[in-house]
């Protein structure tokens, strides 16, 4: 589902069509818009989905997010204005804010420290505020920020545990860890939107215009904002952060804590390891996505979740070895001539999404091709360590993983020695993608 966007402006002088079930008085007329007695127009968005949520799901109803953006639209914190909502469907009809989203597409230097230092203003300012001013009915009570992330870490297991009582060892494991550790912090509890920074905002000539995407917001500890924000900027530029992070501390009064950002960057990993429920393209079927670009964004994520439990967890991992692949064989210049045909391809094709999702096919192929030549060789580097801490070599890596989650699950093996294991074979996987990542 499609959480966030951008609209496209409709004809000037002309009133934009009234989504079914959304009462034409709603709508109020925007004093910029072109208009003459008995006509007007407005520009608006709307965000609808065909799909209801999924049961399991970390993501708020869109009338959820609305009730959070209407509480914010009287504060600091650029919103847009909501116009009306869809009483059973998801659905949200609002103010189209003029904008752009690519943070890192502003060329000018000064201007990214302008709208970085924006967007540091609202967030300090949304952290000022007391939310149980906003009166926010949706997110429920406002209790102490410990009470609030025991819950949301009961939830991330509720979603993460299937229907056979099942859990990904890694997961189960950070779990653990996140209500065994949650931070002695008994300062003021902010609405804490999640996911915060940039891409996750729309900006103007050195301004922020909107601040997107509430569909994460909670009410909590102010450091688990600045563990997003830390985290969207790896995968953006967002200008110093150390800089803006001082800017933070002045206009919101709230102290960075390194320790629990830590920990509010392992809950966001855990976050969005479980925000649906695992999906799988159907054999046969028309494919949904984009698999260059979520085997990438999954590979990313899974790094920077056990980069984050070293941190947090103190372990102090080093980089393991990486031997040197062995050499292609005969075949694999097969990969390279599918690579040149999908690279001929997919400039000339004229759907935007077809060519894109072209060059994912060709970054599939890339990953493909690294597998078979060094998979092998790291499969084997698995299972070693696997005999390393069992005392005993698997038949198989799928032997191998079974048998360490019931020696974690027993008790025979640490969280800290499985960690150790997970380290080692993410940052092997990290190097089989590193080709991936480049143009395709």
Same mark, same amino acid.
């Given at each position: 589902?499609?959480?966030?966007?951008?609209?496209?402006?409709?004809?000037?002088?002309?009133?934009?069509?009234?989504?079914?079930?959304?009462?034409?008085?709603?709508?109020?007329?925007?004093?910029?818009?072109?208009?003459?007695?008995?006509?007007?127009?407005?520009? @608006?968005? =709307?965000?609808?989905?065909?799909?209801?949520? +999924? !049961?399991?799901? *970390?993501?708020?109803? /869109?009338?959820?997010?609305?009730?959070?953006?209407?509480?914010?639209?009287?504060?600091?914190?650029?919103?847009?204005?909501?116009?009306?909502?869809?009483?059973?469907?998801?659905?949200?009809?609002?103010?189209?804010?003029?904008?752009?989203?690519?943070?890192?597409?502003?060329?000018?230097?000064?201007?990214?420290?302008?709208?970085?230092?924006?967007?540091?203003?609202?967030?300090?300012?949304?952290?000022?505020?007391?939310?149980?001013?906003?009166?926010?009915?949706?997110?429920?009570?406002?209790?102490?920020?410990?009470?609030?992330?025991?819950?949301?870490?009961?939830?991330?297991?509720?979603?993460?545990?299937?229907?056979?009582?099942?859990?990904?060892?890694?997961?189960? @494991?950070? =779990?653990?860890?996140?209500?065994?550790?949650? +931070? !002695?912090?008994? *300062?003021?509890?902010? /609405?804490?939107?999640?996911?915060?920074?940039?891409?996750?905002?729309?900006?103007?000539?050195?301004?922020?215009?909107?601040?997107?995407?509430?569909?994460?917001?909670?009410?909590?500890?102010?450091?688990?904002?600045?563990?997003?924000?830390?985290?969207?900027?790896?995968?953006?530029?967002?200008?110093?952060?150390?800089?803006?992070?001082?800017?933070?501390?002045?206009?919101?009064?709230?102290?960075?804590?390194?320790?629990?950002?830590?920990?509010?960057?392992?809950?966001?990993?855990?976050?969005?390891?479980?925000?649906?429920?695992?999906?799988?393209?159907?054999?046969?079927?028309?494919?949904?996505?984009?698999?260059?670009?979520?085997?990438?964004?999954?590979?990313?994520?899974?790094? =920077?979740?056990?980069?984050?439990?070293?941190?947090?967890?103190?372990? *102090?991992?080093?980089?393991?070895?990486?031997?040197?692949?062995?050499?292609?064989?005969?075949?694999?210049?097969?990969?390279?001539?599918?690579?040149?045909?999908?690279?001929?391809?997919?400039?000339?094709?004229?759907?935007?999404?077809?060519?894109?999702?072209?060059?994912?096919?060709?970054?599939?192929?890339?990953?493909?091709?690294?597998?078979?030549?060094?998979?092998?060789?790291?499969?084997?580097?698995?299972?070693?360590?696997?005999?390393?801490?069992?005392?005993?070599?698997?038949?198989?890596?799928?032997?191998?993983?079974?048998?360490?989650?019931?020696?974690?699950?027993?008790?025979?093996?640490?969280?800290?020695?499985?960690?150790?294991?997970?380290?080692?074979?993410?940052?092997?996987?990290?190097?089989?993608?590193?080709?991936?990542?480049?143009?395709?």
């Amino acid at each position: 589902m499609t959480r966030s966007g951008r609209g496209s402006n409709p004809p000037p002088g002309r009133v934009s069509s009234t989504p079914t079930g959304f009462p034409a008085g709603a709508l109020v007329r925007d004093g910029s818009s072109t208009w003459s007695p008995g006509q007007w127009a407005q520009h @608006v968005f =709307l965000r609808y989905s065909r799909v209801a949520l +999924p !049961d399991k799901t *970390g993501f708020h109803p /869109l009338a959820t997010e609305a009730e959070v953006v209407r509480a914010l639209a009287a504060t600091d914190v650029p919103v847009a204005q909501i116009i009306a909502v869809h009483p059973t469907r998801e659905a949200v009809l609002m103010e189209r804010i003029e904008g752009d989203t690519w943070f890192s597409r502003i060329e000018d230097p000064a201007e990214q420290v302008r709208v970085a230092q924006d967007f540091i203003r609202g967030l300090a300012a949304q952290h000022r505020l007391d939310p149980g001013d906003l009166g926010i009915a949706a997110l429920g009570e406002v209790r102490t920020a410990r009470e609030h992330a025991l819950d949301r870490i009961a939830h991330v297991r509720w979603r993460g545990t299937s229907a056979g009582g099942v859990i990904d060892p890694l997961l189960g @494991v950070t =779990l653990d860890w996140l209500e065994a550790n949650v +931070p !002695d912090y008994e *300062g003021p509890v902010v /609405l804490v939107q999640g996911d915060t920074g940039p891409g996750n905002f729309l900006h103007q000539e050195g301004r922020v215009t909107a601040v997107l995407d509430w569909e994460l917001c909670h009410f909590g500890d102010p450091m688990d904002d600045i563990a997003w924000l830390s985290l969207r900027t790896v995968q953006d530029t967002f200008t110093h952060l150390p800089d803006r992070l001082r800017e933070y501390e002045v206009l919101s009064g709230h102290r960075i804590d390194v320790d629990r950002v830590w920990y509010y960057r392992v809950f966001a990993e855990a976050t969005m390891a479980t925000l649906n429920p695992p999906h799988e393209d159907i054999a046969g079927e028309m494919a949904t996505r984009d698999i260059g670009n979520v085997m990438i964004y999954q590979q990313l994520h899974r790094r =920077l979740w056990v980069e984050a439990l070293d941190e947090a967890m103190k372990l *102090g991992l080093e980089r393991p070895q990486l031997p040197m692949p062995p050499e292609p064989t005969e075949w694999h210049g097969l990969y390279d001539s599918v690579l040149a045909s999908l690279r001929t391809i997919a400039p000339r094709i004229s759907d935007p999404l077809a060519a894109q999702w072209t060059r994912g096919v060709a970054r599939a192929v890339k990953y493909l091709q690294e597998l078979d030549v060094a998979g092998p060789q790291y499969a084997d580097l698995e299972l070693t360590e696997i005999a390393e801490v069992l005392g005993a070599r698997p038949d198989s890596v799928v032997a191998g993983r079974s048998a360490l989650a019931e020696a974690l699950d027993d008790g025979r093996l640490s969280a800290a020695d499985y960690v150790q294991l997970m380290w080692n074979k993410v940052l092997r996987d990290d190097e089989l993608m590193r080709s991936v990542r480049g143009p395709a």
